[in-house]
Nanobody, 124 residues
Framework: VQLQASGGGLVQTGDSLRLSCAASGRTFSRFAMGWFRQAPGKEREVVASISWSGGSTFYADSVKGRFTVSRDNAENTVYLQMSSLRPEDTAVYYC??????????????????WGQGTQVTVSS
């Protein structure tokens, strides 16, 4: 499956932004999806994930209550709605697809396919 992330940009503290990840190729609805981010000099970390049906979600503690992950299987797209953005949210954001239903959605190594990343910069 090919993934194309978009929607990043430069915003101010407190602003909102919505990232999109469009998928093509293999059946999108068979994959759980995750959003990761990587700040300069730091490891890539999981931000949020969503099950294939959308019925189950996971959020990192750092974004819980501020970010919302959703998906539209008819449109082959997963979203990350980000609100109350902070400078520490600045990073390159990646979407990823996980095919193994028993895979650990919190781990980068569990994911099979990755998008190219979109930059989010939050100014103070």
């Amino acid at each position: 499956v090919q993934l194309q992330a978009s929607g990043g940009g430069l915003v101010q503290t407190g602003d909102s932004l919505r990232l999109s990840c469009a998928a093509s190729g293999r059946t999108f609805s068979r994959f759980a999806m995750g959003w990761f981010r990587q700040a300069p000099g730091k490891e890539r970390e999981v931000v949020a994930s969503i099950s294939w049906s959308g019925g189950s979600t996971f959020y990192a503690d750092s974004v819980k209550g501020r970010f919302t992950v959703s998906r539209d299987n008819a449109e082959n797209t997963v979203y990350l709605q980000m609100s109350s953005l902070r400078p520490e949210d600045t990073a390159v954001y990646y979407c990823a697809a996980l095919g193994d239903p028993d895979g650990d959605y919190r781990l980068r190594a569990s994911y099979d396919y990755w998008g190219q990343g979109t930059q989010v910069t939050v100014s103070s």
